[in-house]
């Protein structure tokens, strides 16, 4: 299991957090790794590390309840075999591609950049309608009426307390 969870986050969010903004970083910033970034003290740097410790937590959160509750990962070829409805899945669909925009909002802060910002937005946009029209349609193939009450139930990005109505694994 190890394995498999190493193999996709070395694909998807090493990608994602470090490789793509790092690229765009050094890209758009002569290619030198000196940049300006916000001071830890200043209220955009404490606000950066807020939002990202805060999105990391969520992130190994969401994949420990994958490991120990759904028999699979976070990667589209390697989905959980069960379905997951604990913890932060209670209040909100996605709270795994939440925690990613919340990282990478607080790259963006920190770094002060505009092509970080960018990709960002690129990146959101990019699950705005891969996630309902492709995972959530699968999700749907693979858990049927489960997955359909719950999707009558839980919102898709906006966490709400959870209704009596969520089907829990």
């Avoid at 050094?26 to 999105?55: E, K, M, P, Y």
């Avoid at 409805?85 to 925009?101: A, D, E, L, T």
Wanted: aromatic share 16%; hydrophobic share 55%; net charge positive.
């Amino acid at each position: 299991m190890f394995w498999r969870w190493l193999r996709a986050v070395l694909i998807l969010p090493l990608n994602v957090l470090v490789v793509i903004p790092g690229g765009l970083l050094w890209l758009f910033r002569g290619g030198r790794w000196t940049h300006h970034w916000a001071a830890w003290n200043s209220g955009a740097g404490i606000a950066a590390l807020v939002l990202g410790a805060a999105g990391l937590g969520l992130a190994l959160w969401t994949v420990a309840l994958f490991m120990r509750f759904g028999g699979g990962t976070a990667a589209p070829w390697d989905p959980p075999q069960r379905f997951v409805v604990r913890g932060p899945y209670i209040f909100v669909r996605n709270p795994m591609i939440v925690s990613v925009f919340m990282m990478q909002s607080a790259e963006a802060i920190k770094t002060g950049s505009w092509p970080v910002f960018g990709w960002l937005l690129a990146f959101v946009t990019l699950n705005l309608f891969y996630i309902p029209l492709v995972e959530e349609r699968g999700l749907q193939a693979r858990f049927g009426e489960d997955y359909r009450r719950y999707k009558e139930s839980v919102p898709r990005w906006i966490p709400r307390l959870p209704s009596s109505k969520i089907p829990i694994s």
